[in-house]
């Protein structure tokens, strides 16, 4: 059974300061993993994904890598704002080789950026 | 993207009575989904809507309970029946398999449920 975690839980930085989220998980086959980010009471919004065969991707300030054989994946924010401030979600997809399109996601980091 | 609608955005429910929630895709999408994510929680699959057929639901989730309907290939629709407190949560409705998103998932905004 996969299970994703996510290091810290929560994380609090001044406004411009770099930062790293990061995401584990315990079964390396997967077919791709996604970044998302939840405001509060509110829906998730894609930020970025990796397919297994992709070691990174970027979008903006936005970095994330993809160490599939370790189960291993980050995401950088560069020059981080207070609009950043939300909880961002890594969610893994199955590789059953079928259409298996299940995410099993980690619980979160919640991020907050201070002005 | 795909754009997902989903209504109710909120709602206090009594206990013991029943919702539905409506889900609507700007595009024909392969794939929908629902999900629960209760207070302080990540998300959990409840089930795979198939269009055409019967829903495919996880383990811990049964079709008496969470009833979901697929008529077409843009529209979907939850039930949480027989409400208890302990159904108080954000249900998200989420699709994958457009023609512009392939194997993107993207999730509504949510339909979040109080039930007193």
């Known amino acids: 059974k996969q299970e994703v975690t996510q290091i810290p839980a929560a994380l609090s930085v001044p406004e411009g300061e770099n930062l790293v989220l990061n995401c584990s998980f315990t079964?390396?086959?997967?077919?791709?993993l996604q970044w998302f980010r939840q405001d509060p009471g509110k829906g998730l919004t894609s930020l970025l994904l990796?397919?297994?065969?992709?070691r990174e991707q970027t979008s903006g300030r936005l970095n994330a890598s993809l160490d599939k054989s370790s189960g291993r994946s980050t995401l950088y924010i560069a020059a981080s704002q207070p609009g950043d401030s939300a909880t961002y979600l890594c969610a893994v997809r199955g590789d059953s080789g079928g259409s298996n399109y299940k995410l099993t996601f980690g619980k979160g980091t919640l991020l907050t950026v201070n002005p | 993207s795909a754009v997902i609608s989903q209504k109710p955005s909120r709602d206090i429910c009594q206990r013991g009575t029943s919702l539905t929630i409506q889900c609507q895709v700007d595009?024909?999408?392969?794939?929908m989904f629902w999900y629960r994510q209760q207070p302080g929680q990540s998300l959990t699959l409840i089930a795979t809507?198939?269009?055409?057929?019967?829903?495919?639901?996880e383990s811990g989730f049964v079709i008496d309970k969470f009833p979901i309907s697929r008529p077409n290939l843009t529209f979907s629709t939850l039930t949480v029946s027989n409400m208890s407190p302990e159904d108080s949560s954000i249900y998200l409705c989420?699709?994958?398999?457009?023609?512009?998103?392939?194997?993107?998932?993207?999730f509504g905004e949510g339909s979040w449920l109080t039930v007193v």
């Open positions: 809507a198939n269009q055409g057929s019967e829903a495919t639901y």
């Open positions: 079964d390396s086959a997967i077919y791709n």
């Open positions: 595009s024909q999408v392969t794939m």
């Open positions: 989420s699709v994958s398999g457009t023609v512009v998103s392939g194997n993107t998932i993207y």
């Open positions: 990796i397919q297994s065969s992709q």
